[in-house]
């Protein structure tokens, strides 16, 4: 199955519409003090460009310049953050990550009555405590997702105390980005931006598209960037003193680097760029969790999980309680209990499944402009797949429960690999993001043992008074072949590509295995130029982004900070 599309609306269109600037107080020469302000001599010119306004932008811009949306916040196992250090990134692994979790977060525990009524569970040293983003657990659940829970129960899969301690395979409670102070979300931008935008050496620019990155002469030095004021259509160069720092995201940042010269040749070339730097890893090795969107009916108790969508009373009441008090449903987003399972969990067919994973002839399933390189690359990351797949050591399956019988399927360890490359009739429009979803095999039969599960987790007695009844896939389809193609006639609001995140697309890995960037975040190639996205993740987390790219986001501002005062 191929699944492409070219991203569009205003999430699309924002995530390189911003540009940071800023320039650090120590630097003489680009800031001009005198006793009753402080001015740029260039207003063009700063220390540290960052493109993007996203997640990591924000955090990274908050943390440079210092130096005078679901709200599910789960990680992954450290077997996750491990497999990145064993693709040859030193200091990447669990152990170098879990203090910047701490580092990012300020975890409020619930009241002792909402524990108690709710029987939340949790692990306060797992989070840190004056991090600038707000985490805490709402204030409301509704009761039928207890009844999910103690399903997961009856089929062996144990309830953790507290997930991100290294341990996320099982179900667990998730905390969510909520400001326990006030009750309403914590973002990037409230927990980062608002608090360092008083900064006069920080400077958010919006409505500005980046068109490409500049250099110096001929070299592949990078001095800047050029962009668009889309209120004006003027183009305007921005120059960098240290460095340019992309931030725009799995699907802009690969699109940026080629319309600069700076990827696969062939691609560059193909839309009329002349070609700087040949590297097969920009826009290669996109990966996201793909998802099923399995539905069954189901008779809820009161209250039901959708009540404040389909019981006006009920949500005019609980708009006044939350108002008056700050408590009730409008405290809660989504669900926060999740269930990340093992395959071992979910199927008793994982050594035959493994084992041919491992007899695949890794091109055979590779989009066709992999390099020698890219293949190598993507056998490393199989490699390591296969063992904690096989073991048990990390997720592949998602299953979010919230009391109702609308239960999405997502694969966490996809195998198969996508690509993000300009659209060669029009490289400065929307590039051509290709997800070739379900070409592999192994992700197939990944999804066909996943529904199996949820089939026979529906069959427990403790779902029985909730009578399900299977509405998609249906029951008609029972092979693998007869899933697929059943959910997939059913379009992408039941089989998507896409459970917004995608990432990977330029890997952290050494450049002779079709890497992007190093350890150092640097890209090979290059100097002075930086991606902190979640395009540098080799392999996807069996998680929901957010906690990890806030965590990479303070690493990558340490990472950039150690090396300000030393030439490249």
């Known amino acids: 199955m191929l699944l492409s599309f070219l991203p569009s609306g205003s999430r699309a269109r924002t995530l390189c519409c911003a540009l940071i600037l800023f320039a650090s107080f120590a630097t003489s020469s680009v800031l001009v003090r005198d006793s009753d302000k402080q001015s740029l001599r260039d207003p063009n010119e700063f220390d540290y460009i960052i493109v993007g306004g996203g997640l990591t932008g924000l955090v990274a811009a908050h943390r440079l310049s210092e130096n005078l949306f679901g709200m599910a916040y789960d990680r992954a196992s450290a077997a996750d953050y491990d497999s990145w250090e064993a693709l040859g990134n030193r200091g990447w692994g669990w152990k170098g990550m879990f203090p910047y979790f701490r580092k990012s977060a300020d975890f409020t525990p619930p009241k002792k009555a909402v524990v108690k009524k709710y029987g939340y569970t949790y692990d306060e040293s797992a989070y840190g405590r004056f991090g600038p983003l707000q985490v805490t657990f709402p204030d409301w659940q509704v009761p039928d997702q207890y009844k999910m829970a103690d399903a997961f129960t009856e089929l062996g899969v144990a309830h953790l105390r507290e997930h991100a301690m290294g341990n996320a395979v099982g179900q667990f409670w998730a905390p969510a980005t909520i ?15 608002d608090k360092a935008s008083w900064r006069p050496n920080l400077k958010m620019l919006t409505e500005h598209k980046v068109t490409q990155l500049t250099f ?23 120059r960098a003193r240290k460095e340019v720092i992309l931030a725009a995201g799995s699907l802009h940042t690969p699109q940026i680097l080629q319309l600069s010269g700076i990827g696969p040749k062939c691609v560059v070339e193909a839309a009329g760029i002349k070609s700087r ?55 809660k987003a989504q669900s926060n209990t999740i269930a990340f399972l093992s395959l071992p969990m979910v199927t008793n067919n994982t050594e035959d499944m493994i084992s041919s994973l491992k007899q695949q002839v890794a091109s055979k399933y590779l989009p066709g402009v992999y390099s020698r390189e890219l293949i190598a690359g993507y ?81 427990t007695n403790a779902l029985a008074d909730m009578q399900p009844q299977e509405v998609s896939p249906g029951e008609d389809a029972q092979t693998e072949d007869e899933i697929i193609a059943k959910l997939a006639a059913g379009g992408p609001l039941s089989l998507s590509p896409s459970f917004a995140h995608p990432s990977s697309s330029c890997p952290m890995m050494p450049k002779n295995k079709g890497g992007c960037v190093g350890a150092d975040l640097r890209v090979h190639g290059t100097r002075k130029l930086s991606i902190i996205d979640a395009s540098i993740l080799p392999i996807i987390p069996s998680a929901h982004l957010q906690a990890t790219m806030y965590a990479v986001a303070e690493k990558a501002s340490d990472i950039i900070k150690g090396r300000s005062l030393w030439p490249w």
Request: hydrophobic content about 35%; charged content about 20%; glycine content about 6%.
């Open 179 to 193: 400001d326990a102070k006030t009750m309403t979300r914590s973002s990037s931008l409230t927990a980062y931006y």
């Open 216 to 238: 110096k002469g001929a070299s592949t030095t990078v001095s800047g960037v050029k962009a668009i004021n889309r209120k004006t259509n003027k183009e305007v160069t921005f």
């Open 277 to 331: 730097v040949d590297l097969p890893g920009v826009g290669s090795n996109l990966q996201d969790h793909p998802v099923a969107y399995l539905n069954w009916k189901v008779t809820n108790s009161f209250p039901e999980p959708n009540i404040m969508t389909t019981n006006e009373t009920f949500a005019a009441e609980a708009l006044a309680e939350y108002q008056a008090h700050r408590t009730g449903p409008y405290t």
């Open 379 to 459: 056998e490393a990351q199989r490699a390591i797949l296969a063992k904690q797949l096989g073991e048990g050591s990390v997720s592949a399956l998602e299953f979010p429960f919230g009391g109702s019988g609308m239960v999405p399927n997502s694969v966490q360890k996809p195998l198969s690999r996508g690509t993000v490359h300009l659209n060669p009739d029009d490289p400065h429009g929307e590039p051509i993001v290709t997800y070739n979803a379900f070409t592999n095999p192994f992700d197939r039969a990944q999804i066909a043992s996943f529904i199996a599960f949820t089939r026979r987790y529906f069959k």
